[in-house]
């Protein structure tokens, strides 16, 4: 097993804790905010902490997994924490770098996932990790970061999505102005359902094996002017995973409360299949997770509490439901032209 954790390590466990703390106790303040318009109840994340569960004997770990649920603004919702560590890198990884075959691993980061009641609120996810393999001599053979947040909503507001791109490129500028587009259009790429033909959501930012000398997606090199240090996208990491709060709370706050029936609900459910169908096809981080001998509930809890699906159900054309495809496709959603009231 990979040895003790060194100085990038421990400021990357602690800044996923910061983070994890942060985002519950913003999420709380949302609950009891939309409970006080609705009289509704709020809810309180229920929290498990766990250590080295018997998954595997491959993989050894611990971490903090928050749920939330049945609450006046989320139906469910979890913030998760883990740092593991593992003999050997997962297929997952190994299929992006094939050099790192046999390698160890070490790994922390932070999972977040939220599905309002309110239809017209959106689900949101971010995840930001830090990641490190070892050889077999012991020696670093690679270290990189990762992440990303993106939207998904049911009846989308142009207004929301602006505000969650704008906050997220915000994050971004403060550290290269070539990060929103690259990570931006790499988002619109990596949440894509190929077998629908649509994107999950309208995006927002997504990187992965990022590092100082400027590896990015699938190993190759980025356009980035200047190789950056590991502290530096240890900072990034931080701007960006506490943007997430001020990109996507607002927006439940202001749906929260907003009337709706039997149509919009069954509408959310259905579109809630497409949010299954990426996570358990498509998506890195639980494949990760499975393949490494994760902890099981702590990766799946991405998953919504209720969901349907309906035989080639498709929105009657001009309906509210049937607006929602023209936002299922990558979009400029900062320079389009406001359309006149």
């Given amino acids: 097993m990979i040895g003790p954790q060194a100085s990038l390590r421990q400021s990357a466990t602690r800044l996923v804790e910061d983070l994890q703390e942060r985002i519950c106790a913003l999420v709380c303040d949302v609950e009891h905010s939309v409970a006080g318009r609705t009289n509704g109840r709020p809810a309180e994340f229920a929290v498990d902490a766990w250590e ?27 913030v998760n924490t883990s740092v593991v560590t593992g003999t050997r890198l997962p297929p997952s990884v190994v299929s992006q770098r094939p050099e790192l075959a046999g390698d160890g691993f070490f790994a922390t980061g932070v999972s977040v996932v939220l599905h309002p ?49 704008a906050t997220l490129r915000d ?4 550290h290269d102005p070539q990060f929103y587009p690259a990570f931006k259009a790499w988002c619109d790429r990596y949440f894509y359902l190929k077998h629908r033909r649509e994107t999950r959501g309208v995006g927002g930012i997504f990187y992965d094996y990022l590092d100082a000398d400027g590896f990015g997606e699938s190993g190759q090199r980025t356009n980035f002017e200047a190789p950056r240090s590991p502290e530096e996208l240890l900072s990034f990491m931080a701007d960006a995973g506490g943007a997430f709060a001020e990109a996507y709370l607002p927006l439940v706050e202001r749906h929260g409360a907003d009337a709706f029936g039997e149509r919009e609900r069954a509408f959310q459910l259905l579109r809630r299949g497409r949010y299954v169908e990426f996570n358990l096809v498509y998506d890195r981080g639980t494949h990760f997770g499975l393949q490494s001998g994760g902890r099981t509930e702590s990766i799946l809890m991405s998953l919504p509490p209720l969901v349907r699906w309906a035989y ?17 496709r990558p979009r400029d959603w900062l320079s389009e032209v406001p359309a006149a009231s």
């Fill in 312 to 328: 080639d159900e498709q929105p009657e054309a001009g309906s509210a439901e049937g607006e929602l495809a023209a936002f299922l």
């Fill in 52 to 78: 080295n569960d018997g998954a595997s004997e491959t993989v050894a770990g611990a971490g903090s997994t928050r749920v939330l649920s049945a609450g006046a603004a989320f139906e469910k919702g979890g």
């Fill in 117 to 165: 009641w309110n239809p017209y609120a959106p689900t949101a996810h971010c995840n930001f990790r830090y990641f490190e393999a070892q050889a077999p001599d012991g020696r670093c053979s690679a270290r990189w970061f990762g992440g990303g947040a993106d939207l998904t909503p049911f009846y989308p507001d142009i207004a929301d999505v602006r505000h969650f791109h």
């Fill in 171 to 174: 994050a971004c500028d403060r």
